[in-house]
């Protein structure tokens, strides 16, 4: 199985901060990385397909880069709303492997 | 606006079997491939399984193949996931959602998702 590895596991920033959330994967996948967004009590959905493509009514203030086995997920300008736990995901091979999760909190 | 709706969970004892159900609203499910996504409590997303749009072809992670069994009924737009041999370890939300691919047949991703269904698998 792909093993799927993101670091942080947890960062805390505040309102119009940039952070980034990298996410490593244990052999080449190319391309094929997503990411979503997971507000508390709430299902995923899905902020970044294909390492770098924007979903549909996802802010340009996500973007996403990456290739081979590093992948990584940027959040421009902050917001209160983007506190929730991210995810990664390979979308190569089955299994379809997720990271463990970066928990943003906004201060 | 394409909605998953989930239904069917519930407390099990260890050994029992429980079905849960996905029914797709505002579209059909006959032109999508559909996946079950689990996540236990307080933990990380785990894939459960996927069929095809036909429903003549579907996959397992190791850990319930063997065990569940998914199904697709286009004529009343529903997946479904049979359950059996539950074990404790199978707690979880249970999520159903599209799995789509890119123009690049290894591009494959989940979207969009259902809010889930609890299950428990407790004595």
């Known amino acids: 199985d792909i093993q799927m590895t993101q670091s942080p596991s947890s960062l805390s920033a505040s309102v119009g901060d940039r952070v980034s959330i990298t996410c490593r994967a244990s052999?080449?996948?190319?391309?094929?990385l997503n990411w979503y967004r997971q507000r508390s009590g709430k299902a995923p959905n899905l902020l970044i397909f294909?390492?770098?493509s924007l979903q549909r009514g996802v802010l340009s203030r996500f973007s996403g880069r990456g290739s081979v086995t590093e992948f990584t997920l940027t959040i421009n300008d902050l917001q209160p709303e983007d506190s929730a736990t991210y995810f990664c995901?390979?979308?190569?091979?089955?299994?379809?492997?997720f990271g463990q999760g970066t928990k943003l909190e906004i201060k | 606006e394409m909605q998953l709706l989930e239904s069917g969970g519930g407390l099990v004892q260890p050994g029992e079997s429980l079905r849960l159900s996905c029914v797709a609203s505002?579209?059909?499910?006959?032109?999508?491939?559909v996946s079950w996504v689990r996540q236990a409590p307080g933990r990380g997303l785990e894939w459960v399984s996927t069929?095809?749009?036909?429903?003549?072809?579907?996959e397992y992670a190791d850990s319930v193949k063997g065990r569940f069994t998914i199904s697709k009924d286009n004529s009343k737009n529903t997946v479904s996931l049979q359950m059996d041999s539950l074990r404790a370890e199978d707690t979880a939300m249970y999520f159903c959602?599209?799995?789509?691919?890119?123009?690049?047949?290894?591009?494959?991703?989940?979207?969009?998702w259902g809010q889930g269904t609890l299950v428990t698998v407790s004595s």
């Open positions: 995901q390979q979308g190569f091979t089955a299994p379809y492997t």
């Open positions: 505002g579209f059909t499910l006959s032109g999508y491939d």
């Open positions: 294909a390492a770098a």
């Open positions: 052999q080449n996948i190319g391309r094929s």
């Open positions: 069929i095809n749009a036909r429903g003549s072809d579907s």
């Open positions: 959602a599209l799995r789509h691919r890119g123009s690049d047949p290894s591009f494959k991703w989940f979207d969009p």
